[in-house]
Antibody
Framework: QVQLVESGGGLVKPGGSLRLSCAAS????????MSWIRQAPGKGLEWVSY????????YYADSVKGRFTISRDNAKNSLYLQMNSLRAEDTAMYYC?????????WGQGTLVTVSS | QSVLTQPPSVSGAPGQRVTISCTGS?????????VHWYQQVPGTAPKLVLH???NRPSGVPDRFSGSKSGTSAFLAISGLQADDEADYYC???????????FGGGTKLTVL
């Protein structure tokens, strides 16, 4: 069945880096735009970034522009989010999702905590 | 503050019908961009329940329906059931921000 599984979250100090991964299965990964969406504890949803099927089109929210980099490896059916210069306000559950106009399928999320 | 405004909470008894509103502006819903709705049971990932204003993904019961008018969109849930209790989020595109935007979420309580 269609599945997205995130990994790579954890506790990191302010200013640190973390790389999130998302493994896709059950569909032709290379056909679809993919996104990262986050949710701070007890808060609402924020669309962080998306990447086109070929990787040629990329979007970042202003809140992460210049610090986060989205990428994908279609041969490995995988999506990535490299997060640098992390701040306390980046603390959130990070979800991988299929789509960019709306999120059709969601992963279970991986928790990123930025704290000293 | 969220770009799209939702009521913080709504409630209804089993079997009743509830409606959740999502109010935007001329740069998002009012500009003609589609509205999508997600259901999130606490502790789990969101799930798409409506896309393109009123289209239900496979597996979503027809008790869920949507509409749009002017700068607002609406999610209606009829025949309320206990497992409908969740947070509901609307989402659209904002041309001024050049990106997707969410509402702040509405907590649905089934009495």
């Amino acid at each position: 069945q269609v599945q997205l599984v995130e990994s790579g979250g954890g506790l990191v100090k302010p200013g640190g880096s973390l790389r999130l991964s998302c493994a896709a299965s059950g569909f032709t990964f290379s056909d679809f735009y993919m996104s990262w969406i986050r949710q701070a504890p007890g808060k609402g949803l924020e669309w962080v970034s998306y990447i086109s099927s070929s990787g040629s089109t990329i979007y970042y929210a202003d809140s992460v522009k210049g610090r986060f980099t989205i990428s994908r490896d279609n041969a490995k059916n995988s999506l990535y989010l490299q997060m640098n210069s992390l701040r306390a306000e980046d603390t959130a559950m990070y979800y991988c999702a299929r789509g960019y106009k709306f999120a059709y399928i969601w992963g279970q999320g991986t928790l990123v905590t930025v704290s000293s | 503050q969220s770009v799209l405004t939702q009521p913080p909470s709504v409630s209804g008894a089993p079997g009743q019908r509830v409606t959740i509103s999502c109010t935007g502006s001329s740069s998002n819903i009012g500009a003609g961009y589609d509205v999508h709705w997600y259901q999130q049971v606490p502790g789990t990932a969101p799930k798409l329940v409506l896309h393109g204003n009123s289209n239900r993904p496979s597996g979503v019961p027809d008790r869920f329906s949507g509409s749009k008018s002017g700068t607002s969109a609406f999610l209606a849930i009829s025949g309320l059931q206990a497992d409908d209790e969740a947070d509901y989020y609307c989402q659209s595109y904002d041309m001024r921000l050049s990106g997707a935007v969410f509402g702040g979420g509405t907590k649905l309580t089934v009495l």
